[in-house]
């Protein structure tokens, strides 16, 4: 069984930084997805198993860094020049189908494990 914990979320001023993380009991294809307020779910940012292939959702480009540290099994999303568009609950998700080690995954179902999320804030 694959367990997900996220961390990090809190309230932030606009143009700040922060950096969740993500503790996995493996080590996996993963991502990170985010939901707002009435919003439906939506991709952010990806990593292959390698760890050498990532992808970003184009609001994000440029501002947040996915990135793993294996040797802790934990994820990381490091993001800076918050806006308060980026308000939401962030979810970190594995995936333990096969697949190509370079592969990443932007799509929900191609996931068959997810956190519980921790909620991030940005104020104007």
């Known amino acids: 069984q694959v367990q997900l914990v996220e961390s990090g979320g809190k309230l932030v001023q606009a143009g700040e930084s922060l950096r969740l993380s993500c503790l996995a009991s493996g080590r996996y294809a993963m991502g990170w997805f985010r939901q707002a307020p009435g919003k439906e779910r939506e991709f952010v940012a990806a990593?292959?198993?390698?760890?050498?292939?990532?992808a970003y959702h184009d609001s994000v480009k440029g501002r947040f860094t996915i990135s793993r540290d294996s040797a802790k099994n934990t994820l990381y999303l490091q993001m800076v020049s918050l806006k308060p568009e980026d308000t939401a609950v962030y979810y970190c998700?594995?995936?333990?189908?096969?697949?190509?080690?370079?592969?990443?995954?932007?799509?929900?179902?191609?996931?068959?494990?997810w956190g519980r999320g921790t909620q991030v804030t940005v104020s104007s």
């Open positions: 990593l292959s198993w390698r760890g050498d292939n990532t």
């Open positions: 998700a594995a995936r333990t189908y096969a697949g190509a080690a370079y592969n990443v995954y932007e799509r929900e179902d191609t996931y068959n494990y």
